[in-house]
């Protein structure tokens, strides 16, 4: 199931139009899960993934950037909304991608700047740390 799902995710990153060229890479590995916590002394770098299309999912964050290295974590932000009949989860149209190496993170950003997904030109660039805040 998860061998099916990886080479339909590789055949939707293909027909997709890159800046870069990645289509030599090898996926990364499975999909570890979101919000997972960075630990130990491995060093990290954190994507801040702009104009991500309506529907993005973590998952579908964490496909589009796993050809480029090890994800630590893959968030696409949501605005959650709850009314008397029931509550929604819309994205904000954007997400952030943590990598484990930095050489990933750099490879990643300069490959998918720029990358054009369902009609939505991305902007990849590094979050910024604010002081006091991971």
């Given at each position: 199931?998860?061998?099916?799902?990886?080479?339909?995710?590789?055949?939707?990153?293909?027909?997709?139009?890159?800046?870069?060229?990645?289509?030599?890479?090898?996926?990364?590995?499975?999909?570890?899960?979101?919000?997972?916590?960075?630990?130990?002394?491995?060093?990290?770098?954190?994507?801040?993934?702009?104009?991500?299309?309506?529907?993005?999912?973590?998952?579908?964050?964490?496909?589009?950037?796993?050809?480029?290295?090890?994800?630590?974590?893959?968030v696409v932000a949501k605005d959650?909304?709850?009314?008397?009949?029931?509550?929604?989860?819309?994205?904000?149209?954007?997400?952030?991608?943590?990598?484990?190496?930095?050489?990933?993170?750099?490879?990643?950003?300069?490959?998918?700047?720029?990358?054009?997904?369902?009609?939505?030109?991305?902007?990849?660039?590094?979050?910024?740390?604010?002081?006091?805040?991971?």
């Amino acid at each position: 199931d998860s061998d099916a799902e990886s080479g339909e995710s590789w055949a939707i990153l293909r027909s997709w139009s890159f800046p870069g060229d990645f289509r030599s890479m090898q996926p990364a590995g499975d999909y570890p899960g979101t919000r997972a916590a960075a630990t130990g002394a491995v060093s990290q770098d954190n994507l801040f993934v702009f104009y991500l299309p309506p529907g993005m999912t973590d998952k579908g964050l964490y496909d589009m950037f796993r050809p480029f290295g090890h994800i630590v974590s893959a968030v696409v932000a949501k605005d959650r909304r709850t009314t008397a009949q029931h509550a929604t989860e819309e994205t904000k149209g954007y997400g952030f991608v943590m990598f484990a190496r930095r050489a990933d993170a750099v490879l990643a950003r300069a490959s998918m700047d720029g990358a054009l997904i369902q009609n939505k030109r991305l902007k990849v660039s590094f979050k910024t740390m604010r002081k006091g805040k991971r």
